[in-house]
């Protein structure tokens, strides 16, 4: 059974930078996986922030270029989100996405996954970020 468990949230101010982890389990890494980063904040539907494939191929949402870096340790099946210069609009519960059978390039799966049903999701962890 797969299992994603994430880690790493909390609060932060302005300007901060947090790293986030995701475990994921019960699976061998392959090229055709594709892992990803995703966020919901209160009343918002879920959006894609980062998600990098098989090949380590990355995509990013244009509201966070510049500052989260997503990356992985395949030896170790572990998902990273590094997040610096953090803003108040970047507050929101993150969750650590994977898909086995991606359909489409990580392009277009970062920005059609948010809404699907398909793959594995972890619980998710919570970032706040407040003066």
């Known amino acids: 059974e797969v299992q994603l468990v994430e880690s790493g949230g909390g609060i932060v101010q302005p300007g901060g930078s947090l790293r986030l982890s995701c475990a994921a389990s019960?699976?061998?890494?392959?090229?055709?996986?594709?892992l990803g980063w995703f966020r919901q904040a209160p009343g918002k539907e879920r959006e894609g922030v980062a998600a990098?494939?098989?090949?380590?191929?990355?995509a990013s949402a244009a509201s966070v270029k510049g500052r989260f870096t997503i990356s992985k340790d395949s030896g170790e099946n572990i998902l990273l989100l590094q997040m610096n210069i953090l803003k108040p609009e970047d507050t929101a519960m993150y969750y650590c996405a994977a898909d086995l059978s991606p359909p489409q390039e990580v392009d277009g799966w970062l920005r059609e996954h948010s809404s699907s049903t398909r793959g594995y999701w972890g619980q998710g962890t919570q970032v706040t970020v407040s003066s």
């Open positions: 990098i494939d098989g090949t380590g191929r990355s």
């Open positions: 019960g699976y061998t890494h392959s090229r055709h996986h594709m």
